[in-house]
């Protein structure tokens, strides 16, 4: 059994505009962590440089007093540090009064079960084989929105023109069982001769709560 952290690695924390998503627009604190139990080819964090450790109390007291809509947990993938969000939610969430928003990518659920009664927002991608070399993860990714669908849940999807019908058929299974919001992302940088509106289509004829969103702070050149 896993030991509670005392401390974590934590690559970054600052202020910004969120720029994926159905939030996309407002001013979101964003607290991101090294540890990721992936791999995925279009990473664009680089988690070798610089980063710092924090406790729980620490980071409080870093983050207390910045004014914005919410608190973003990104990495990485933050549920690697479940132990430590468990500690430092259960001891801050209330005091802070902030929207507490997770961005995952949606295979580890025995950890969310742990720590889902602290968080108001999911925002959970699924990661395709087809964008990111890694292997789809489907089943892991259906275990994970039972766990979440009773809290705001949307799904990302980034994508190329190498998506699978069968991608699109499996996202698909995963989102109407709770009629879940789809967001589909462009792979950034984003190639001129990807068939956007076609994907989107494909989409659209098999599920209709899907909307297409790039992500917006890449093109406003912010964090």
Same mark, same amino acid.
């Given at each position: 059994?896993?030991?509670?952290?005392?401390?974590?690695?934590?690559?970054?924390?600052?202020?910004?505009?969120?720029?994926?998503?159905?939030?996309?627009?407002?001013?979101?604190?964003?607290?991101?962590?090294?540890?990721?139990?992936?791999?995925?080819?279009?990473?664009?964090?680089?988690?070798?440089?610089?980063?710092?450790?924090?406790?729980?109390?620490?980071?409080?007291? $870093?983050?207390?007093? +910045? %004014? /914005?809509?919410?608190?973003?947990?990104?990495? *990485? &993938?933050?549920?690697?540090? #479940?132990?430590?969000?468990?500690?430092?939610?259960?001891?801050?969430?209330?005091?802070?009064?902030?929207?507490?928003?997770?961005?995952?990518?949606?295979?580890?659920?025995?950890?969310?079960?742990?720590?889902?009664?602290?968080?108001?927002?999911?925002?959970?991608?699924?990661?395709?084989?087809?964008?990111?070399?890694?292997?789809?993860?489907?089943?892991?990714?259906?275990?994970?929105?039972?766990?979440?669908?009773? $809290?705001?849940?949307? +799904? %990302? /999807?980034?994508?190329?023109?190498?998506?699978? *019908? &069968?991608?699109?058929?499996? #996202?698909?299974?995963?989102?109407?069982?709770?009629?879940?919001?789809?967001?589909?992302?462009?792979?950034?940088?984003?190639?001129?001769?990807?068939?956007?509106?076609?994907?989107?289509?494909?989409?659209?004829?098999?599920?209709?709560?899907?909307?297409?969103?790039?992500?917006?702070?890449?093109?406003?050149?912010?964090?």
């Amino acid at each position: 059994m896993q030991q509670l952290s005392k401390k974590v690695k934590i690559k970054e924390i600052f202020s910004s505009i969120q720029g994926e998503g159905i939030y996309t627009g407002e001013k979101h604190l964003f607290v991101r962590f090294c540890s990721c139990n992936l791999n995925c080819g279009y990473c664009d964090t680089d988690f070798s440089s610089s980063s710092k450790e924090y406790s729980a109390d620490e980071l409080y007291e $870093k983050i207390k007093d +910045i %004014k /914005v809509s919410a608190i973003s947990f990104t990495g *990485g &993938e933050p549920l690697c540090e #479940v132990n430590f969000l468990k500690d430092f939610l259960e001891k801050y969430r209330l005091k802070l009064n902030r929207k507490i928003y997770l961005e995952t990518n949606g295979t580890m659920y025995k950890e969310l079960a742990q720590i889902i009664d602290y968080i108001d927002v999911v925002s959970m991608d699924i990661k395709l084989n087809s964008a990111t070399g890694q292997l789809n993860r489907f089943l892991d990714n259906e275990q994970f929105i039972e766990l979440s669908h009773k $809290k705001e849940l949307f +799904i %990302k /999807v980034v994508f190329d023109n190498n998506i699978t *019908g &069968e991608e699109i058929k499996n #996202v698909v299974k995963c989102a109407k069982k709770y009629n879940t919001t789809v967001i589909l992302q462009p792979k950034m940088p984003m190639d001129n001769e990807i068939n956007l509106i076609e994907i989107f289509e494909k989409f659209y004829n098999l599920y209709e709560n899907i909307r297409l969103i790039p992500q917006i702070h890449k093109f406003l050149n912010l964090a």
